[in-house]
């Protein structure tokens, strides 16, 4: 009975690590954030399953598609030679149906929400799969995965109340920033890899000094935008201290990045906790509104 045991847990763990489930909370406590606000407060259970469903979906669809496109690529990355696919461990069929599978999850998901989420949602499936082949076409990839990751608040208002008010652009806005940011962060550890296989990217284009040096005003154009953001819907000083705890972690995270470019480790992992401190401020604002006029 130990070797069937010991075979799923040794299936489990690859898959884990095929859909790098570690990294899952880089974007969902975003999510989450917009959820409430959406919702103005606690959104029904059925919608909160279903906007999660759609989100881990999404992620499983344009991550296993970017693993499939790569495959051959990544067998050559010396950081990445030893992944699922490039090592054998698992056919490339797998990851294209895995991916297949998660579009349709999506759509189904999207379905059971609302008419416009449903009617859009290929499009939010064709921006999850599109960005694997743009590191092969433009220097701009990173910004197109920020656009990946600015699609979460317009895709969670659209999900809750059926429509897309104007004030969620200044979020879209932010989440185009911040994803930005964090994308030119992880392909300056691809730097070397990226020229050698004649790969895209911004610190490919225009080299490290300059990546660096966009990073931070990345992260207060972001952080900007979601301060607007959060004065239009009269959120209050709960969302705001949120924001400053966020700036002063992204400064030193970015002062340390100047210092040691080549070591994106660190900066990669904060990127956990700021998710996880724009969660917390909403979460204070929204149910203990303090100076706040709640959301209008």
């Known amino acids: 009975m130990s070797a069937p045991a010991d075979a799923r847990r040794g299936t489990a763990k690859d898959l884990g690590r095929f859909l790098e489930i570690q990294n899952l909370g880089l974007n969902l406590p975003f999510a989450l954030a917009f959820l409430f606000l959406a919702a103005h407060g606690l959104p029904e259970l059925l919608t909160v399953f279903l906007v999660v469903v759609a989100f881990v979906a999404a992620r499983n669809a344009g ?44 759509i189904a998901a999207a379905y059971f929400l609302n008419p416009l989420a449903f009617l859009l949602s290929p499009v939010a499936l064709l921006l999850v799969l599109g960005y694997s082949y743009t590191k092969r076409v433009t220097s701009f990839t990173t910004a197109f995965l920020g ?92 969302y705001y201290l949120a924001l400053g705890g966020m700036a002063v972690l992204a400064t030193v995270t970015d002062r340390s990045l100047a210092l040691r470019p080549a070591e994106s480790r660190v900066p990669f992992q904060r990127h956990f906790a700021l998710g996880l401190l724009y969660l917390a401020g909403t979460l204070f604002a929204v149910f203990v509104p303090v100076g706040s006029a709640l959301i209008r």
């Open 147 to 238: 656009l990946v990751e600015a699609v979460i608040p317009a895709a969670v208002y659209i999900a809750v109340t059926g429509t897309l008010p104007l004030v969620v652009l200044y979020a879209v806005g932010g989440l185009l920033a911040w994803g930005t940011a964090f994308e030119t962060v992880h392909s300056l550890g691809d730097l070397e890899s990226d020229r050698a296989l004649g790969l895209f990217s911004v610190p490919v284009r225009w080299g490290v000094d300059a990546s660096v040096r966009l990073v931070p005003v990345l992260h207060a154009t972001a952080l900007v935008l979601l301060a607007l953001f959060g004065f239009v819907l009269g959120l209050g000083f709960p």
């Open 63 to 106: 991550h296993s598609f970017n693993r499939w496109v790569d495959r051959r690529l990544d067998a050559v990355n010396p950081r990445t030679a030893s992944r699922a696919l490039p090592s054998g461990r698992t056919p490339p069929a797998f990851a294209l149906g895995f991916s297949a599978a998660n579009g349709a999850i999506l």
